[in-house]
């Protein structure tokens, strides 16, 4: 089941914040975030194992809410190299597949 | 660089012929996988597999193959291919899932194929 992203899109101007988020209809294993820069690979971020868990790098920091399904990537005092779209990939719980499914990315622009 | 390294970078195909894209990986990790992205799209799961010898089948297999006879190699095939296939194929890579399970998927530089 592919998690679902939203916005779709946003446009910032540097120094502001954003928030994405991915939600699942499936109970969740894990939940990761990627950027992808054009015409590159994607990168990862940071991945959240567990219910109530929150990782920072940098001033990008995650959260995981295990019972709504769903996790939120946010973006402080954004910078220009922030610019790219971002994925998260989920693992369903209980299926012991290995395997994660994609969203289909909010691409992220940020102006100066 | 430790990595995955991807094979070829480009290639363009006429509609029928097949080919393999190679993935290699030099970090040990036990699980693979083959995604797709068209234009615009997310990443779409071909194949994966947990392990030296196992496939298993992803979101969007038919028109696919993938053998892992060694542990640091990962081969996608295309008998017969389709315009509808012209994509970018990006090779994954990560350690599994388990206690130590605190890394994401590490991504091949991608190849870019067009079937004509």
């Known amino acids: 089941q592919q998690p679902v992203q939203s916005p779709q899109a946003v446009i910032l101007r540097e120094g502001e914040d954003a928030v994405i988020n991915c939600s699942s209809s499936?109970?969740?294993?894990?939940v990761h975030w990627y950027r992808q820069k054009h015409g590159e690979a994607p990168v990862f971020l940071m991945i959240l194992l567990k219910g109530g868990e929150q990782k920072g790098h940098d001033k990008i920091s995650a959260s995981f809410n295990e019972k709504k399904q769903q996790s939120s990537l946010y973006l402080t005092a954004s910078q220009l190299s922030y610019s790219g779209t971002y994925f998260c990939?989920?693992?369903?719980?209980?299926?012991?597949?290995?395997?994660?499914?994609f969203g289909d990315g909010t691409t992220l622009t940020v102006k100066p | 660089n430790a990595g995955v390294t991807q094979t070829p970078k480009f290639r363009v195909l006429k509609t029928g012929q097949s080919m393999t894209l190679l993935c290699a990986q030099d970090?040990?990790?036990?699980?693979m996988y083959w995604y797709r992205q068209d234009p615009g799209m997310g990443l779409r799961l071909i194949h994966y597999?947990?392990?030296?010898?196992?496939?298993a089948k992803g979101e969007v297999p038919d028109g696919y193959n993938v053998s892992r006879l060694k542990k640091q190699n990962f081969l996608l095939g295309l008998e017969s291919a389709a315009p509808s296939q012209t994509s970018v194929y990006f090779c994954a890579s990560s350690p599994g899932q388990g206690p130590f399970y605190n890394y994401g998927y590490t991504f091949g530089s991608g190849t870019r194929l067009t079937v004509v």
């Open positions: 499936k109970a969740l294993y894990s």
């Open positions: 597999s947990v392990g030296e010898g196992t496939t």
């Open positions: 970090m040990n990790h036990e699980y």
């Open positions: 990939g989920t693992e369903i719980k209980n299926t012991n597949a290995g395997k994660s499914t």
